[in-house]
């Protein structure tokens, strides 16, 4: 359990961060680093960040309402995007904001997060795979105004066949 390194070869535990992964949980789901040195670490029941100082100990992040057990870490500019049970929430350095199920993502638990080189954002979650365009958060509350794009997988249907649904308006 924990986080390993390979050094000369061989898989070593990262002994520095795993003592203070003890803290937390040492389920790790994924990890981030960010480009001012921060490691952010998703565990099976945490979200701890590291600032820069990996011997000062990380700290573990409270998530919004309704945002449990983070899966996927994804940078997108200057915010964090973290796929957990219950949705998206993302982090600006001050403010988290939601982006909930019913909104239409593909599902409840979102198990993966990836940056197009466009900067649109791909969903993977327990009902598919989705598909962000042009997301942006209101500068006064924490809603979301864009269009997601939810693409069905059927393993019976061949790629070329598979129909997107209507883009959603959030």
Excluded: C, M
Aim: charged share 20%; net charge negative.
């Amino acid at each position: 359990d924990g986080i390993y390194v390979r050094k000369n070869g061989v898989w070593e535990p990262h002994r520095t961060l795993n003592a203070q992964l003890a803290k937390f949980s040492p389920n790790i789901r994924d990890l981030l680093w960010r480009a001012n040195g921060d490691l952010w670490v998703a565990t099976s029941r945490d979200l701890v960040v590291f600032h820069r100082d990996l011997e000062s100990g990380g700290a573990r992040l409270t998530l919004p309402a309704g945002i449990t057990q983070p899966n996927a870490l994804l940078a997108r500019g200057s915010d964090v995007w973290v796929g957990a049970s219950g949705g998206i929430a993302v982090f600006d350095g001050a403010l988290w904001r939601t982006i909930a199920p019913d909104a239409g993502l593909p599902g409840n638990n979102i198990y993966a997060l990836a940056l197009a080189p466009d900067d649109s954002v791909w969903v993977g979650g327990s009902s598919g795979v989705g598909h962000a365009e042009a997301l942006e958060f209101s500068e006064t509350d924490a809603t979301v105004h864009g269009k997601w794009k939810l693409k069905d997988y059927n393993p019976q249907k061949p790629a070329d066949t598979l129909e997107a649904e209507e883009p959603t308006t959030l």
